[in-house]
């Protein structure tokens, strides 16, 4: 028989490997983070996955009821709206803007709130007691009134939206990353690293956000939620994407209208906006029962 | 607690003088003259134009013209609104006592089911029930506020036909407005159906505010857990139950107060997200309040509205914010250190 292992040695995983393996270990989290991949691979290959396009209308199939109804169409899965435009096609296509917009808007701000928090992390003084004043008043205003307040001044469009929201976005990284490395700092491997004559910036790169790269996902499923749910309220709005782009919210707000006669129009895209927000949440509970687990063991 | 008052003091003129000043820059960033954005006379004529501009102080340099917009906001002078040409401040006294309404209530509801289903779930923690509420609370704040909404209506306006879908009171009550806040108006009114008013009222509250009380009281369901799972854990809790205590008396007397306090606090912060809701809300519902008038000047681009909408509003939230500190500080004076 083979020996695979002559030598008896102990693998430490790195701090993120080490998250996934308890991770790995909740169902439930295992679920939202499928759930996760599959809105993500849609909302890249959507154009190649799509039946039909969401902005062409077909003007013999209006208001198509879902296929599973007596009068439905089994082309047209999901059923059409007023101007026969597939719904299927359409939430696929929405997909894209409100779960892939919200997803880059996610890493944008992250990438921009983690170098700024770690900076303003290194910085003491009235420095850093403004910029701690300054977070503290624009953290007490929530997301979305920020958010409407900020497409109020530049104007309702897609991209303003993203702009708002990764502008709204970004204090609350800030914030949790100025905290982290704040806390790992006073820690002794910190220290070592320090007596061993590291830079700031070393020490930053190779000890702390290895360590802090848990909280910051954490943070990171938090702030995707909260920007699904800001688009799709900008868009069913009015201040977000703007007719005819299938956006969830706005698709929502365009059924509004025959909200009686052709309910799924309304039905459906609430549904995905639940989805996406559920699945990304279960993903950020799973973030965060591994990180306890971690912290007791 | 000098320190403490000063302290919230100082941020708060901060963050006023913050709020003014973007405010102020508004009225440049937004097409136009900024001294129609300003005052909202759009219809000015020439000699109107020159008044007003002397009015602001437009010729002198920029720090000027800011000092006497701050005059002007501090006096009471929001200008009028581009597209009703009626006084800002006149419109928000009659809007904003609708949105506090509606918060208010829906405040209630939600720390009045969230905070025993959350000290529920604590004393019950990793049981089923404790996962079942987890999960509930979970949905809870993942639905879309505005799906809710009609789905809310659909349900129980619509095919049960229980309560009305929109407004703030049906229009056969003739309701004198005294204080802004409806119910305390049909209190006040002598008028013989005052009675009916406050029910058909209540019948009209009841659905907005379960609708805007979802998300908040979820939030409060996990407030209220975490922080009753941690009082449970302390050492003041081991010694009560080591004198004796039944477990009834060790939840009523000494975790619920404890753990109550931690979450007052986020009762200020939960305010601010609750108006947020409570504007889509709003727009659902056709609730004549601030965040109606508000999503509907955005469209109008009703600059001035917007500008100094924002302002108010901002500034309503933030002082609801400060007396929350306080309130807590006043209770809990581990909090006046810091």
């Known amino acids: 028989m083979a020996r695979e292992k002559i030598y008896l040695e102990e693998v430490f995983p790195s701090p993120f490997m080490q998250h996934w393996l308890i991770f790995r270990k909740t169902p439930v989290a295992m679920i939202g983070f499928a759930c996760f991949i599959f809105l993500t691979i849609l909302a890249v290959f ?5 039946p039909y396009s969401p902005i062409d209308g077909n003007i013999n ?6 296929a599973w109804h007596d009068d439905g169409n089994v082309s047209f899965l999901l059923g059409t709206d007023e101007l026969g435009r597939d719904m299927l096609s359409r939430l696929m296509y929405g997909s894209s ?9 996610v890493i944008v701000s992250l990438v921009i709130g983690v170098v700024i928090g770690s900076l303003s992390a290194l910085t003491t003084g009235i420095k850093s007691s403004f910029l701690n004043h300054f977070l503290d008043v624009i953290l007490s205003i929530p997301s979305l009134l920020l958010a409407i307040i900020i497409v109020a001044i530049i104007g309702p469009s897609v991209s303003n939206t993203v702009g708002a929201i990764i502008l709204v976005l970004i204090p609350q990284f800030v914030h949790v990353t100025r905290y982290a490395v704040k806390e790992e700092f006073r820690k002794d491997y910190v220290l070592a690293s320090k007596l061993d004559g590291a830079s700031s910036f070393r020490i930053l790169y190779y000890s702390i956000f290895p360590n802090i790269v848990d909280r910051i996902m954490s943070q990171a499923t938090l702030a995707q939620s909260a920007a699904i749910l800001d688009i799709a309220t900008l ?27 052709a309910p799924w129009t309304v039905y459906l895209p609430g549904l995905s906006i639940l ?23 | 607690m000098l320190i403490f008052t000063l302290r919230r003091l100082s941020l708060f003129t901060f963050t006023m003088l913050l709020l003014t000043i973007l405010s102020f820059s508004l009225s440049f960033l937004f097409p136009g003259d900024s001294v129609i954005n300003l005052s909202g006379e759009v219809n000015a004529t020439a000699a109107q134009l020159v008044e007003l501009n002397l009015e602001y102080k437009t010729d002198q340099n920029i ?8 005059s002007h906001v501090l006096t009471g002078d929001l200008g009028l609104s581009m597209a009703s040409q009626s006084l800002i401040t006149h419109e928000i006294a009659i809007l904003l006592p609708a949105t506090v309404e509606l918060s208010l209530v829906a405040l209630l509801i939600a720390m009045f089911f969230g905070i025993p289903l959350g000290f529920f779930a604590a004393i019950r923690h990793n049981k089923r029930s404790d996962n079942i509420i987890l999960s509930v609370a979970m949905i809870g704040y993942s639905i879309p506020v505005f799906w809710l909404g009609l789905l809310a209506i659909l349900l129980f306006s619509i095919n049960l036909g229980w309560l009305p879908s929109a407004g703030k009171i049906s229009l056969l009550f003739e309701i004198e407005s005294i204080t802004g806040i409806q119910f305390f108006d049909i209190l006040l009114s002598d008028s013989p159906y005052k009675w009916q008013a406050f029910r058909d009222a209540s019948a009209h509250i009841l659905l907005p505010a379960c609708v805007v009380a979802i998300a908040p009281a979820t ?3 996990r407030l209220s857990r975490t922080s009753m799972i941690e009082v449970l854990q302390t050492n003041y809790i081991k010694a009560a139950k080591a004198k004796g205590l039944s477990f009834k008396q060790i939840i009523i007397r000494h975790a619920i107060r404890n753990s109550l306090i931690k979450i007052i606090r986020h009762v200020g912060l939960q305010f601010a997200n609750l108006v947020t809701i409570a504007m889509v809300t709003e727009v659902i519902f056709s609730w ?16 001035t509205a917007i500008q100094n909408g924002l302002l108010l509003l901002s500034c309503f939230i933030f002082i609801v914010h400060i007396l929350i500190d306080f309130i807590y500080a006043a209770l809990n004076p581990l909090a006046r250190d810091n």
Do not use: C
């Open chain 1, 46 to 50: 959507t154009p190649v996955l799509a």
């Open chain 1, 61 to 66: 199939m209006l208001l198509l009821p879902p």
């Open chain 1, 97 to 105: 803007l409100t779960f892939g917009l919200s997803f880059v808007i």
């Open chain 1, 235 to 261: 868009g069913f709005l009015g201040l977000g994407a703007q007719i005819p782009l299938p956006e969830w919210g706005a698709i929502l707000a365009n059924g509004l209208d025959l909200f009686y006669i």
């Open chain 1, 275 to 297: 989805f996406a927000v559920v699945s990304t949440n279960l993903v950020g509970e799973g973030i965060r029962h591994a990180l306890k687990l971690r912290k007791e063991s």
């Open chain 2, 63 to 70: 720090v000027i013209q800011y000092f006497s917009y701050l």
């Open chain 2, 219 to 221: 939030i409060f369901i």
């Open chain 2, 288 to 303: 004549p309040g601030i965040g109606r008038w508000l999503i509907e000047s955005i469209s109008q681009r009703d600059y």
